[in-house]
């Protein structure tokens, strides 16, 4: 088994929208990404991959095809397995640590 120390402090920030930025470090076949999304952000399409994550800051809304909209508070983690999905920011914003599969 090995570790790797991960300083997301000496990383930079890539802007991906606007409204939207991270940072990003991959090991082996997973991604750990910080997301910094600004207040009001929602994506403007959807995506299909799978995500796993922790809410350090503000409120995060994830709008579903198939169900009700899921809110996500700061200390909440969340859980989601490919199924079509678009992110919201709350009115502060929201910080969000995501560990995906490459």
Same mark, same amino acid.
């Given at each position: 088994m090995?570790?790797?120390?991960?300083n997301f402090e000496s990383l930079p920030w890539v802007?991906?929208?606007?409204?939207l930025r991270y940072k990003i470090a991959e090991r082996g076949a997973r991604r /750990?990404?910080?997301l910094e999304f600004a207040p009001?952000? @929602?994506?403007?399409?959807?995506?299909?991959?799978?995500?796993?994550?922790? =809410?350090?800051?503000?409120?995060?809304?994830?709008?579903?095809d198939d169900r009700a909209e899921e809110r996500?508070?700061?200390g909440d983690?969340? /859980?989601i397995e490919g199924e079509p999905h678009?992110?919201? @920011?709350?009115?502060e914003g929201a910080l969000v640590f995501l560990v995906?599969? =490459?």
């Open positions: 090995s570790m790797t120390r991960i802007q991906a929208a606007d409204g /750990v990404r910080l009001g952000y @929602a994506d403007a399409e959807q995506c299909v991959k799978s995500h796993t994550g922790y =809410v350090l800051e503000g409120l995060l809304e994830v709008e579903f996500f508070m700061p983690a969340l /859980v678009r992110a919201k @920011a709350g009115d995906e599969d =490459v």
